[in-house]
C-alpha cells in the first residue's frame, strides 16, 4: 500500500494577511482536487508565533479550524492533526472540537497530541514549561474522560462532550514525539505512538514499557529514508528560483532541534546547494515521484512550503494530482 500526503503548515515570510488569506483558500482547492484524484491523506501541524532569521515566519496556528474546511470539502481523504501541544489548551475543549471534526466527516480525522518542546509557545499561552510533562498526563486523562459517556468530573463539574463523536471509542488518538520519553509516555498511556523518526532506540523504548494486555501497541513510525517532495517538470530550474523557500522553513525547523530528540526531516543544510545534495527536501519530477513512492510505499508533497509562491506551488500540486497520483492507482 501507497500513501499519499499533502502537508500544509503556511509558513510565510513576512505573514502578508492578503497572501495569506490567497494560501488558506488555495490548500481547500487543492485538497479538493486531490482527494478525488486518490490523496490519502493531509498533514496539519500546530505552532504559534514562529519567527525566522528575518521576523516573523507564521506557521499552522489553528489546524482545527484548518481541518473542518478540508473535511467540509473532501469525502475521503483522512486529515492528521500533527503535533497538538496538548499542554497549551482546554483539553476539554479539543475533545469537543474533534468529536465535531468526526460528525462533520466520520472517522477521517486523526488526532497526535505532544507535550509541547518550543519554550516560547508556553509563555505565549501562559503555561508552565518546566511541568509540561505532567500538564500533558493530566489533560490527556481529561481529554479521553470527556469523550466517554459518563464524561470526567473537574473542580466539581462534569464535562462530558456532546453531542459524542461517531467514531467509538473516540477518533482515532496517538502520542507524537521525538525523543525516548516520549514513546515511553506513549506507552505508559496505552496508546498509539507516532514518532517524528524511524529510529530504533524510540522503538525499543515504546515496546519495552508497552504493559497492558488489552490491545496490541502501534507503533507508526514514517519511512527510514523520509523525504519533503515539491514537484515539477524542471528540477534545476526549481531549485534555482524556489530553493531558498525550502531552505528558509529547513532552518526554521532545525532552530527548534535540541539533542535527544530525532526527526527524519532535521535538516543541518546551511545553503540551497547543501539542503539539495542533504536530499531531506527534494524537488522530484513525476516519473521521479512515482519511483520514489512505490520504493518508499509513500510521498508526502508539501506545496506551500517556505513560502513558496503560490502559483509555483499550485503548478506543483497540478502535476501530482495529473501525473503522479493516477500512475500509483495504475
Known sequence: ?????????????????AENARRHRSSVVMAEEADRAGLSAISLEEH??????????????????????????TERVTVALWGIALPLHDPVRIAEDVATLDLLAPGRVVLIVNVGYRAEEFA?????????????????????????DGGIAVDGTTHAVTPRPVTRPHPMLMIGGATVEDARRAARHALPFRPSAHHTQLRDAY??????????????????????????EDPDEWWSTVGHHLLAEARTYAGWMTPGEHSAVHSRAATVSELRREGIYRVLTPTQCVEQARRDHGLLVHPLCGGTPLDRAETSVGLFIDQVLPALQA
Open 207 to 232: 515496546l519495552h514499557t508497552w504493559s497492558t494486555d488489552d490491545h496490541e501497541p502501534l507503533y507508526l513510525a514514517p519511512p527510514a529514508r523520509t523525504s519533503i517532495v515539491q514537484v515539477a
Open 48 to 73: 504559534h508565533g514562529v519567527m525566522d532569521e528575518n521576523g516573523p515566519m507564521g506557521w499552522c496556528a489553528s489546524p482545527i479550524a484548518v481541518a473542518a474546511a478540508l473535511l467540509a470539502r
Open 1 to 17: 500500500m501507497i500513501t499519499t500526503t499533502l502537508r500544509f503548515n503556511f509558513a510565510l515570510p513576512g505573514q502578508d494577511p
Open 124 to 148: 505565549a499561552h501562559g503555561q508552565d514549561y518546566a511541568a509540561r510533562e505532567q500538564l500533558f498526563d493530566d489533560k490527556l486523562t481529561v481529554l479521553r474522560a470527556a469523550w466517554t
